[in-house]
């Protein structure tokens, strides 16, 4: 019964699929990264939103996880001297300047 009531379109509207369907597999996804969204600086939301979001591109998703890591903050000078030099990303942050 509990696997019947799962896969139920009862009580849905709008065309949305039951709990545990595709549906709210992507309804997870969204709240998940609007509950993120709330921490991050409006200068960066809409660059972190698309990569968030699955957009392509290796470059948002580096610039984007080096932001992040360094809480939003100060991020050019913290980010260009950034001292985890066994992060997978280390070589690909972004703002570094020649002599990195």
């Known amino acids: 019964m509990g696997i019947e009531m799962e896969n139920s379109a009862e009580g849905h509207s709008d065309g949305d699929q039951a709990p545990g369907g ?3 597999a992507s309804y997870r996804a969204r709240t998940e990264v609007e509950a993120f969204m709330v921490g991050v600086p409006v200068k960066f939301a809409a660059t972190y939103r698309r990569t968030m979001e699955g957009a392509p591109g290796l470059r948002n998703a580096v610039n984007s996880k080096c932001r992040e ?3 939003f903050e100060d991020t050019v000078n913290r980010v260009r ?3 985890a030099k066994r992060c997978a990303l ?3 942050r972004p703002y570094q300047t020649g002599d990195a």
């Open 69 to 71: 890591c360094v809480n």
């Open 22 to 24: 595709p549906a709210r």
């Open 90 to 92: 280390w070589s690909y």
């Open 81 to 83: 001297n950034c001292t």
